[in-house]
C-alpha cells in the first residue's frame, strides 16, 4: 500500500505559478512511475504528467512547456511546479503512484493503483 498525501494548491490569477508536492515514501519514487492528474467536476479525469523510476518525463500537450514534474527520493516527496498557469488549469490535482519502474506512453490514470486525495487548484482570469 502506498499512500499519497498531496499540498500546495491554493488560488491565483492568470499569469502565476504554484508548486504541488506529493508526500509519498523514499521507496516509491525512488522505484515507481509517479504522476499527476487532474479532474474538473463533471469533466474525465485528464493525466497531466508522470516520471518514470530512472527520471524520463511525459506531459499533456496542453501543459507541456508550463509545467515541471520533477522528485526528491531522499525526501519521498513528488512535486509538481505550476508556471504560466490559464484559466483552464483550475482543477482538483492528484498524485498517482504506478508500482513499476516505467510509465507507460499514455497517459492513463487506469494504470495507476494508488491515488491521493487531491489538492485544489483555482486559476482566476
Known amino acids: 500500500q502506498v499512500q499519497l498525501v498531496e499540498s500546495g494548491g491554493g488560488s491565483v490569477q492568470a499569469g502565476g505559478s504554484l508548486r504541488l508536492s506529493c508526500a509519498a515514501s523514499?521507496?516509491?519514487?525512488?522505484?515507481?512511475?509517479m504522476g499527476w492528474f487532474r479532474q474538473v467536476p463533471g469533466n474525465e479525469r485528464e493525466g497531466v504528467t508522470t516520471?518514470?523510476?530512472?527520471?524520463?518525463?511525459m506531459y499533456a500537450d496542453s501543459v507541456k512547456g508550463r509545467f515541471t514534474i520533477s522528485k526528491d527520493n531522499a525526501k519521498g516527496t513528488l512535486y509538481l511546479q505550476l508556471d504560466s498557469l490559464k484559466p483552464e488549469d483550475t482543477a482538483m490535482y492528484y498524485c498517482?503512484?504506478?508500482?513499476?519502474?516505467?510509465?507507460?506512453?499514455?497517459?492513463?490514470?487506469?494504470?495507476?493503483?494508488?491515488w491521493g486525495k487531491g489538492t485544489l487548484v483555482t486559476i482566476s482570469s
Open positions: 516520471i518514470s523510476r530512472y527520471g524520463t518525463t
Open positions: 498517482a503512484a504506478r508500482p513499476w519502474d516505467t510509465c507507460v506512453v499514455v497517459l492513463r490514470g487506469s494504470d495507476f493503483p494508488y
Open positions: 523514499a521507496y516509491a519514487t525512488s522505484n515507481y512511475c
